[in-house]
Nanobody, 124 residues
Framework: QVQLVESGGGLAQAGGSLRLTCAAS????????MGWFRQAPGKEREFVAA????????YYADSVKGRFTISRDNAKNTLYLQMNSLKPEDTAVYYC?????????????????WGQGTQVTVSS
């Protein structure tokens, strides 16, 4: 059983930056493919970014490509999401998630473990 706890959310101005952290415990972190999703009020949960087990492969939603960077530190059992050039439309609850299967990368249904989420609010 993998437990995931996100932190680092908060309030930022448009154009600013935030760094989200996801601390994992239980299981073997390096055995899991990891991802970030977000859900804005009244909208469905959407894929943000994903990373392979060694960190060598990364995937991004078009809406965040070039602005967000996903990374992981397997020695620290930690996943990160560096968010730069934030926009008001990035406002959402951000979730860390873990999956054991290689594919699919962008589907929330393929992720088995989820954190409780952290709120990110970007003001204009």
């Amino acid at each position: 059983q993998v437990q995931l706890v996100e932190s680092g959310g908060g309030l930022a101005q448009a154009g600013g930056s935030l760094r989200l952290t996801c601390a994992a415990s239980g299981g073997t972190f390096s055995s899991n493919y990891m991802g970030w999703f977000r859900q804005a009020p009244g909208k469905e949960r959407e894929f943000v970014a994903a990373i392979g087990r060694s960190g060598g492969s990364t995937y991004y939603a078009d809406s965040v490509k070039g602005r967000f960077t996903i990374s992981r530190d397997n020695a620290k059992n930690t996943l990160y999401l560096q968010m730069n050039s934030l926009k008001p439309e990035d406002t959402a609850v951000y979730y860390c998630a873990a999956r054991t299967t290689l594919l699919p990368v962008r589907s929330s249904g393929s992720y088995t473990y989820w954190g409780q989420g952290t709120q990110v609010t970007v003001s204009s």
